[in-house]
């Protein structure tokens, strides 16, 4: 099995968060045919080899932001919708399995390839009650670095209210827009705090919605931050303190924190080390970071299960217009894959 060729097929399936079917389908028969027991959930899929010893979980999601576009390649780049968030990491994951020696096996390999990681990361939350592991990865563009930590994610619905009127007498009114844009003001000079390893938070106002017609005095005016918190910040206390910085606003979640990314911070483990082994056996020097996007992994490590970041492509290349992935590092990837299953789950260790 050629990784360039499974990237390319996997990419070609169009799988836009809740719209994972068909890819869950294709990858579920690739798997069952190298030898893995599946247990599906709804589109999440669970592969398991070997049965005894430490288990490693390599995780993955199949989700892609919109819009999809199909799969080309250009020298050695494959260009396409998810091609480095997060389908190279599933085609690096994929190609390992098929290159590991089951006979050796004494230990067990889970792989855990799961929806909607890009909207409430529904899938992690289904999926991890029914995983058991001793330490795991998971699969995001890093550019072969190994992630430790990062920020968590929250997202805010801020309401300025006005008085509706008629355009032509706007003093009988109060413009909520108007209202609003002080209120972004102020909101810009809110000192946010700093992690000695996760860095500093961020707020960030992403959408804004007002106003039925253009002859009428807005009486409300919406917007959506994106913060990015650090410990020994929540949810809650970010909350608090921006209620009580724009106290005549309405403040809410935009969803249940529930679905919002968690901040995590591994500062040592042995998957740590082992990985880093992994990397620098296939000729690149490891480097451990963190990072300020949010994944899946904070949701295992709350669980219990020790798990760091890792995988070819770059967040830059993430979401944009023309997304794009280097293929040699998803050979590198699989090949680090390789050698880890083999090192740590397999007599060769």
Known sequence: MQSTELLYDLVDIPSTSTHEHDISLFVEEMLRDLGMEIMRSGNNLI??????????????????????????????????????????????????????DQERLCGTLLTAFVVDEELRSRGAQEVLPQ?????????????LKIVNGHKGRIVFRIQSVGKRAHASKPELGKNAIVEMAKLVLRLEKIPLIQHPELGHETMTVSTIAAGDAVNIVPDLCSIDVDYRYVPPNDASSVLAMLRANLPEARIEFADDPKNFTRPFYLPAHKIITWLSESINRSGLEPQTVTMDAGTDASRFNEVGIPTVVFGPGGIAQAHTSDEWIALREVERASVVFQDLIKRVLTTQR
């Open 47 to 100: 592969g398991k080899l070997g049965r005894e010893g430490p288990v490693l979980a390599l995780c993955g999601h199949l989700d892609t932001v919109p819009p999809f576009f199909p799969p080309r390649i250009q020298g050695r780049k494959l260009y396409g919708r998810g091609a480095a968030d997060d389908k190279g990491g599933l085609a690096a994951v994929i190609n390992a399995v098929a290159n590991t």
């Open 131 to 143: 995983l058991h592991a001793d330490f795991g990865i998971v699969c995001e563009p890093t550019n």
